[in-house]
Nanobody, 128 residues
Framework: QVQLVESGGGLVQAGGSLRITCVAS????????MGWFRQAPGKEREFVAA????????SYADSVKARFTISRDNAKNTVVLQMSSLKPEDTAVYYCAAGPWTYTTEQTMHVPATYNYWGQGTQVTVSS
């Protein structure tokens, strides 16, 4: 079992930056693809960013490219999403997720169903 806990969410003005962190426990993150998803009120959960366990592949949603950066430290069992140039439409609950590298591949890492562990989420609110 893998437990994921997100932190670092909060309120920020448009154009600002925020860093959210996911810490895993129960099992090392090695061999897991790590992803970030978000869900705004009344909307479906959507892919934000993901990185394979080796770090050789990274993917971003078009809406966050060049603004968000995902990084991971397998030794510390942490994944970080650095968000900059934030927009009001980035407001959502952000979820960290982990999926086995054999299933959550470079080709499928944007698909929520391929992840089998999820955090409880952290709220990010961007004011205009």
């Amino acid at each position: 079992q893998v437990q994921l806990v997100e932190s670092g969410g909060g309120l920020v003005q448009a154009g600002g930056s925020l860093r959210i962190t996911c810490v895993a426990s129960g099992r090392t993150l090695t061999r897991y693809t790590m992803g970030w998803f978000r869900q705004a009120p009344g909307k479906e959960r959507e892919f934000v960013a993901a990185k394979t366990w080796s770090g050789d592949a990274t993917s971003y949603a078009d809406s966050v490219k060049a603004r968000f950066t995902i990084s991971r430290d397998n030794a510390k069992n942490t994944v970080v999403l650095q968000m900059s140039s934030l927009k009001p439409e980035d407001t959502a609950v952000y979820y960290c997720a982990a999926g086995p590298w054999t299933y959550t591949t470079e080709q499928t890492m944007h698909v929520p169903a391929t992840y089998n562990y999820w955090g409880q989420g952290t709220q990010v609110t961007v004011s205009s």
